[in-house]
């Protein structure tokens, strides 16, 4: 049980971390500088084209020599932020390009600033349309971080190898191991099922914002 609640917690910052880096980096390559651009795609490259078990190592081993020394925990959480990053940036831009650009220029019409178009107008409908494959990728951002087992991060992997190195009851061991890590896969899904509800299933919040962002005296019009 400790191992889950801590495979829950560092699967869920990690999440939160990786898809806020995501957006960013996405948001970057859309609307980005090109020297920044070009900054977003050799991080997104580097990242995509290595184990992310190399990746936790990297942060793990690799950053004492520099100075920085991390817990296994915390190296495991910057990696897995990182590598989830790298991988929803392009979901997101995929999202982003699927705007048709006669939407963006007709939020810019209406009154919204560059900000306010990229938020209401952007963002929400390029993430209805990733969000099948974005769901996806954190489901295999939570099994794969079991592989963070291997520089003694807390999570469920490593609880079930210490269970088994004390029983040597490797079946039933990893059966309940395995067990679990299901029971996670439903739990995030279902709770990924429920944030499209809130977020697709409701009004559009650009309808009202649009409408509120008309000059005083136009006649308000919806989007």
Avoid at 24 to 50: H, K, Q, S
Avoid at 74 to 87: E, H, K, W
Avoid at 121 to 132: E, G, H, N, Q, T
Avoid at 183 to 193: D, E, G, P
């Amino acid at each position: 049980m400790d191992g889950t609640i801590n495979t829950i917690l560092l699967s869920g910052q990690g999440i939160v971390i990786g898809l806020a880096i995501g957006l960013a980096v996405a948001i970057i390559r859309v609307e980005g500088p090109r020297w920044l651009d070009r900054i977003a795609v050799a991080y997104i490259e580097i990242i995509r084209n290595t184990p992310l078990l190399v990746q936790v190592f990297l942060f793990f081993f690799g950053l004492p020599y520099i100075g920085l020394r991390l817990s296994a925990d915390t190296s495991a959480i910057i990696a897995i932020s990182f590598n989830l990053g790298a991988y929803s940036a392009e979901i997101f831009r995929a999202g982003f390009l699927a705007i048709p650009k006669s939407q963006i220029e007709a939020g810019l019409a209406l009154g919204l600033t560059r900000l306010q178009t990229i938020r209401y107008v952007v963002i929400v409908p390029a993430l209805k349309v990733v969000f099948p494959a974005l769901t996806g990728q954190l489901t295999l951002t939570l099994l794969g971080s079991s592989v963070v087992c291997a520089i003694s991060a807390s999570e469920l992997t490593l609880a079930a190898s210490k269970v088994e190195s004390l029983t040597f009851r490797s079946l039933e061991t990893f059966l309940v191991a395995g067990a679990i890590y299901v029971t996670l896969t439903f739990v995030f899904r279902f709770t990924y099922w429920l944030i499209s509800l809130w977020l697709f299933h409701r009004k559009d919040p650009a309808r009202f914002q649009i409408a509120g962002a008309l000059p005083h005296g136009q006649e308000r019009v919806e989007a």
